[in-house]
C-alpha cells in the first residue's frame, strides 16, 4: 500500500523540503553490491530533488555486554556509507522509559562518537532525537558527558494541542519553554547545533489533537519560533499519513495522523502553508524575536 518513493519526493521538491530524515541501509556487520545499488538509489533521487539527507538507521540500545556487536557493526556501515551524508543519527527516544541517560551514552553514543571520530573525522554525530527536554532525564544526558559525545542535539519538542508560542514558564510538554532550555544548553557546551528533527501537529480525529486549519497554522509557527531561536534544522513530522510500515488510513491511531499529505498523497491544508512559507523565507534571515510589550504576544 505504499507509494514509490520516487513519487512522493517529488512531493517533497515541490513545497521546498530540504532535509529528510532517512535511512537508505540498516546496521550490520558485512553488506553486499545489492546493499550499494539500493543506497545509491535513494541519495541520488533525493540529490536531484535538491533534498539533503541526514542518516538515520534505526537500532536499540545494546544490552550490557554487546556493546562490541554494536560498535563493530555501526563501524562497518561508516567506512560502506559515509558517502551518503555527513550528519549521523541513531536511535529515536530512548528518553521515553527507554534506556536511562548513562547507559544511553555509555553503551551506544560514545561508541558512536568514538568510531566515527576514527573511521569519519568530518562527519557529524547526533543524540538519537530526545522526546521531549524532561527532567530528570534531559540533566542526567547533561550531567553523563551526552554533549561531549555528540556533534548535534536532536530533539522533538512536542506541543499539540497547544501552540508552538504558547507560555507558562515551565519545561513540560510545552514548546518554547523546551526549546529555550534546549537552545542555553547547547550553548553552554561548545555552541552545539540545534536540530528539530520531529515537530507535529497531527490531525486525528479528536478532541486532543487539531484540526486541519489549525495543524497548518502551527507548522507555519513552529518553523518561525525556531528561526527565531537559531535552531539549525527542523524536519516535520511526517510527510504523509501512515506509519513506515503502513500507509493505510486509521483515522483512530494518531500515529497514522501526523502527515501533511493523506495517505492517498492528496494535500492537508499544512502541505500547502509549508510550501508558501518556503516560497516566503527564501533567502531571508530571521533578526530575532520582535518586542510586543507583552509575554504572551509572539513575532519574529
Not at 28 to 44: G, L, P, S, V
Not at 73 to 99: C, D, H, I, M
Not at 119 to 135: D, I, N, R, Y
Request: aromatic share 12%; net charge negative.
Amino acid at each position: 500500500d505504499q507509494y514509490d518513493f520516487a513519487t512522493v519526493s517529488s512531493l517533497q521538491e515541490r513545497i521546498g523540503a530540504r532535509w529528510l530524515r532517512t535511512s537508505p541501509f540498516t546496521l550490520k556487520e558485512t553488506y553486499t553490491a545489492e546493499d550499494d545499488q539500493r543506497a545509491h538509489q535513494r541519495i541520488d533521487l533525493l540529490a536531484s530533488r535538491g533534498i539533503l539527507p541526514h542518516v538515520h538507521p534505526a537500532s536499540s540500545v545494546p544490552k550490557e555486554g554487546e556493546e562490541e556487536t554494536f560498535r563493530k557493526a555501526f563501524k562497518a556501515a561508516l567506512q560502506r556509507f559515509s558517502w551518503t551524508g555527513p550528519y549521523w543519527e541513531v536511535g529515536n527516544e530512548y528518553n521515553l522509559g527507554v534506556a536511562s541517560a548513562p547507559d544511553y551514552i555509555n553503551r551506544m553514543l560514545r561508541p558512536i562518537h568514538e568510531v566515527t571520530r576514527e573511521v569519519f573525522p568530518q562527519g557529524k554525530v547526533m543524540c538519537a532525537g530526545l522526546g521531549g527536554v524532561h527532567k530528570p532525564w534531559f540533566p542526567d544526558f547533561v550531567k553523563a558527558g551526552g554533549l561531549e559525545a555528540c556533534d548535534v542535539l536532536s530533539i522533538h519538542p512536542g506541543c499539540h494541542p497547544r501552540a508552538p508560542e504558547f507560555w507558562e514558564g515551565f519545561t513540560g510538554w510545552v514548546f518554547r519553554p523546551q526549546m529555550l532550555e534546549a537552545m542555553r544548553t547547547a550553548a553552554e557546551h561548545g555552541n552545539k547545533e540545534v536540530w528539530v528533527t520531529e515537530a507535529y501537529a497531527p490531525t486525528s480525529p479528536g478532541r486532543k489533537y487539531v484540526d486541519l486549519r489549525t495543524s497548518a497554522d502551527y507548522l507555519v509557527r513552529t518553523y518561525a519560533c525556531c528561526l527565531g531561536l537559531g535552531v539549525r534544522v527542523v524536519e516535520w513530522y511526517t510527510f504523509q499519513d501512515g506509519t513506515w510500515f503502513s500507509q493505510r488510513p486509521r483515522p483512530d491511531d494518531i500515529e497514522h495522523n501526523f502527515g501533511i499529505v493523506y495517505t492517498d498523497l492528496t494535500p492537508k491544508p499544512a502541505y500547502v502553508a509549508y510550501g508558501v512559507m518556503t516560497e516566503q523565507l527564501e533567502g531571508a534571515s530571521c533578526k530575532g524575536r520582535l518586542d510586543l510589550a507583552a509575554e504572551d504576544l509572539y513575532g519574529v
